[in-house]
């Protein structure tokens, strides 16, 4: 199996694949309530909407660096982390329908990429588009787990 289709096979089972672990973004998020999602089960834990849109912002500005379109995205800026009120005026629906969309996007890029464009530098960091693309993989199941928790805390309320 080539990079590339590894890399889009790993997507595409985070999102709704059969996992060894049993879980998905998919089964995760489909039938969690707009009310649940945006509840935080306490202060310092996000709650499920801001982490599926933090997952947003960041698919995003990697895919359109990587397709040399301007993204100033820095962790912990006003767009890395939005708070659930901005969000429940968004919408839980159009928050999720964002996360599909976003996940596509990366796919259809992923699609395109050849060993040279793999292994070109990204942007002016010491990594690789790999490296970023692997990196979002690892960044989605990193926040895959914290949902899964948000929802466990959520029901023991």
């Known amino acids: 199996m080539s990079v590339n289709n590894d890399i889009i096979k790993q997507l595409n089972d985070l999102v709704n ?17 707009e ?8 202060a310092e834990i996000h709650s499920v909407a801001e982490l599926i849109s933090h997952l947003n912002v960041w698919i995003n500005a990697c895919v359109d660096r990587m397709s040399g379109i301007p993204n ?25 329908n964002e996360f599909f969309s976003a996940h596509n996007r990366l796919v259809e890029l992923t699609k395109t990429c050849d060993e040279e464009f793999l292994n070109k530098g990204y942007q002016s960091s010491e990594f690789t588009n790999k ?5 979002l993989i690892h960044h989605d199941a990193y926040h895959l787990g914290q949902i899964g928790i948000t929802i466990k805390l959520l029901k023991l309320k």
Do not use: C, H, Q, V
């Not at 490296?131 to 990196?135: A, C, E, P, T, V």
């Open 17 to 33: 694949g059969p996992l060894w672990l049993d879980e998905n973004f998919k089964k995760k998020i489909t039938g969690l309530s």
């Open 35 to 42: 009310s649940d999602a945006m509840r935080r089960p306490i």
């Open 72 to 96: 100033d995205l820095k962790d912990n800026d006003l767009n890395d982390w939005k708070n659930n009120e901005l969000l429940s005026d968004f919408g839980w629906d159009n928050l999720k």
């Open 131 to 135: 490296d970023i693309l692997f990196g």
